[in-house]
């Protein structure tokens, strides 16, 4: 191999943020992101629009990216894109891209796995986890438990069998008649109320699996209870009700992470995905790794929510490897990932 530096575009576009990055040798040299805000008069996101967006954005993104990293175009070396899981039309635009991209420059392409991605968004800054590693990964679509043996060899060692974390918080507070997107509403009021003033039901999964369908429903019927006899009720009580019910999916998230680190004896634990930035489960995190002598891992705010840094990141450790894709690399909505991604 040559000196010269692994120069990385990176491209996400899985569902309504298009996101751009230059990684350089590991390092990121920019992060653009772009968010999509016309999901919101429609109270979630809309695949059709997500899709005229990310055409709208890609270009002008990708430009931008490198344009901040102070790269000539030519200095590329490969391009990434998230393959999977996501909104196939949104994939399909940032994957259409980078293929044209990378064939124009005769570079290799690399395809990443999105939830991968998320729990390698740990090595884009110091300190970095030491493996073996565990990291919740929780999300609007999806919650895991990954055990992490080297930066490309993982094992989801439990999942959500219903409902993600992420979707129950939205779903939630659309219940409490939040605006779109509600789970960040939730953490907001739940800052000023009392995580025990109502009690809500934590399921009993076998092994490190999840359940969330539980307390959506538990909380729906509450709700009609209470405003059937005071149609009040939810002004009253916001900050109450998202407070108990926050605590309860923060609770039950890290019961059966505690569970998982302690029969694995892992120390190394951290925490990755959209919903990793409530600031509820960043505390708990923190309040259990103090209790259990965990060395724990948060990753910066913007590293969190989908972004292309991340797609940058997993693919610089491909790429070390040589795990390269083709032109007949064909994004998928729901494909599981392997040790390879």
């Not at 429609?42 to 055409?55: D, F, I, K, M, W």
């Not at 918080?169 to 739940?190: E, H, N």
């Not at 009700?241 to 039950?252: D, G, L, R």
């Not at 490897?321 to 032109?327: G, R, S, W």
Request: hydrophobic share 45%.
């Amino acid at each position: 191999m040559n000196n010269a530096p692994n120069v990385i575009l990176a491209i996400e576009s899985s569902c309504d943020e298009t996101s751009a990055a230059i990684v350089c040798d590991g390092q990121v040299q920019s992060n653009i992101i772009a968010t999509q805000k016309v999901h919101e008069q429609y109270g979630g996101v809309v695949p059709e629009l997500a899709s005229r967006a990310h055409l709208q954005h890609i270009v002008p993104v990708v430009d931008q990216a490198i344009k901040t990293a102070g790269i000539a175009k030519d200095a590329i070396t490969a391009v990434a894109f998230t393959q999977a899981p996501g909104l196939i039309g949104s994939l399909l635009v940032g994957s259409g891209f980078a293929k044209a991209f990378a064939q124009s420059l005769n570079v290799p392409l690399i395809a990443v796995h999105h939830m991968q991605a998320h729990v390698l968004a740990h090595w884009i800054e110091d300190p970095k986890p030491a493996f073996p590693f565990l990291c919740l990964t929780v999300s609007g679509g999806h919650t895991q438990i990954v055990l992490c043996r080297s930066h490309l060899d993982m094992e989801i060692i439990g999942e959500t069998l219903d409902d993600a974390a992420g979707e129950a918080f939205d779903k939630i507070a659309k219940m409490l008649q939040l605006p779109y997107p509600g789970g960040p509403l939730v953490d907001k009021y739940a800052k000023t109320g009392n995580p025990e003033r109502f009690a809500f039901p934590i399921p009993e999964i076998r092994e490190y699996d999840f359940s969330f369908s539980g307390i959506k429903t538990s909380v729906l019927y509450f709700l009609q209870k209470q405003v059937k006899e005071n149609p009040e009720f939810v002004a009253e009580n916001l900050a109450d009700i998202c407070a108990s019910v926050q605590h309860t999916i923060v609770k039950t998230l890290m019961k059966k992470l505690e569970k998982a680190a302690r029969h694995l004896k892992i120390k190394e634990i951290g925490i990755a995905g959209g919903v990793s930035a409530n600031s509820g489960l960043r505390a708990a995190l923190e309040a259990y790794g103090a209790k259990n002598g965990w060395k724990v891992y948060l990753p910066k705010f913007e590293y969190c929510t989908d972004n292309a840094a991340m797609i940058g990141i997993t693919a610089y450790y491909k790429m070390l490897l040589q795990q390269f894709t083709d032109l007949s690399a064909v994004p998928s909505a729901r494909t599981q990932w392997d040790q390879n991604g």
